[in-house]
């Protein structure tokens, strides 16, 4: 029987909790089959957040092409609409060269509106709203998105302040935080890497300690030092929020450990819920590269 012909390009992603193994899948998958590496992370785009990102190294690439990996200055803020754009042009010019695109990553709402077509509302800060905003705790914020739209409240940083109060001023706004499916652009093969919770666990503690072994916290007194605000690094998330209050004096250094750790476990979690509600994922063991080869010949 003849294979039906594909109408759209083809696009391949690779998706997964952070310590999941993407990057060195990518590389692989990238040398066998001629393809290029398209980041989708939100903070590996920002010049700078290297170590803490856990960004691959020119080594780790072992000569495959990386794109969208320090796009803009941390001060900046990069949108997914700056970065569906980006993206689509970058896959457009792989493939003008007869070459795979390969998108890797685990920011789910990035990857979404990409490879789904999904876009997302146009809402104008509301600076009243914004102010009576700021002065309540992330807590409280929390309490509040979970009451509002308890779906977009499963996935978020609910430690980040800045995308709490835009997930709330979007859905006082329009009522929810909408995602609208527009026509899915890409033929798109989902593989997701499989993660048994106690494994990835151990990936992400070893994985922690072996970046600061690696001078995580020099590269975030770095960045400081280049006029990077220590607000602006606890917006940023993650090892940045914790390495902001550990770099002030706020928290002990075996504390900002302890702590970071189980931030990043819960969000390997929220990444799950995430990806979990794509059906169309193949969830595979990140060795299994011959099944992996199969899955892209379909």
């Known amino acids: 029987m003849a294979l039906k012909k594909k109408t759209r390009p ?94 890797c990553g685990g920011t789910g709402f990035y990857i979404d509106a990409l490879l789904l077509g999904q876009t997302f509302p146009e809402v104008l800060p509301n600076k009243k709203l ?26 978020i940083d609910h430690h980040n302040k800045v995308r709490l109060i835009r997930a709330i001023e979007i859905v006082k706004s329009l009522g929810k935080v909408p995602k609208q499916k527009n026509n899915v652009p890409y033929d798109v093969t989902w593989i997701g890497i499989k993660s048994e919770p106690e494994e990835l666990k151990k990936r992400i503690h070893d994985r922690l300690i072996s970046r600061m072994k690696k001078g995580m916290v020099t590269e975030a007194q770095r960045l400081h030092e280049n006029r990077l605000s220590y607000k602006r690094m606890r917006e940023l ?41 794509n059906k169309e994922i193949k969830w595979i063991e990140k060795n299994e590269i011959a099944k992996i080869l199969n899955l892209i010949r379909l």
């Open 10 to 103: 083809r696009v391949i992603a690779i998706v997964g909790p952070t310590a999941s193994g993407k990057s060195d899948l990518a590389v692989l998958l990238a040398q066998k089959i001629g393809g290029e590496v398209i980041s989708a992370d939100s903070r590996q785009v920002y010049k700078g957040l290297d170590i803490g990102t856990g960004k691959i190294t020119k080594r780790e690439m072992r000569g495959v092409p990386h794109h969208l990996l320090d796009v803009t200055d941390p001060k900046k803020t990069y949108t997914v609409a700056q970065f569906t754009r980006d993206a689509n042009k970058t896959i457009t010019n792989i493939l003008d060269r007869s070459k795979a695109p390969i998108v």
């Open 130 to 155: 914004r102010n009576e905003l700021q002065k309540q705790s992330t807590e409280k914020l929390f309490e509040t998105l979970k009451k509002l739209d308890p779906e977009r409240a499963q996935t």
């Open 237 to 277: 998330g993650l090892e940045y929020r914790y390495l902001a209050d550990y770099l002030q004096n706020k928290i002990s250094k075996e504390k900002m450990i302890v702590q970071l750790e189980k931030a990043i476990v819960d969000y390997a979690k929220r990444q799950m819920t995430w990806f979990k509600r």
